[in-house]
């Protein structure tokens, strides 16, 4: 799998961290930082969850 971020889109809210903190972070401004753009099977749940949570909708999950 691979993780895209539209960081332009963030909206600071962290949901994305807090669901995957081993894939994301936040800058000092709150926006997200994509840590890990192929983690492995075993975060598979926890990208799919930050996703199901951004209220922006900047994370997107490509099962290649």
Request: glycine share 4%; net charge negative.
């Amino acid at each position: 799998m691979k993780v895209e971020l539209e960081a332009d889109k963030c909206v600071a809210s962290g949901q994305c961290v807090l669901a995957a903190m081993d894939v994301f972070d936040q800058d000092d401004d709150g926006i997200a930082v994509l840590l890990e753009e192929t983690p492995g099977p075993e975060l598979l749940d926890d990208v799919r969850e930050a996703v199901a949570v951004c209220p922006a909708a900047a994370i997107r999950l490509v099962e290649q």
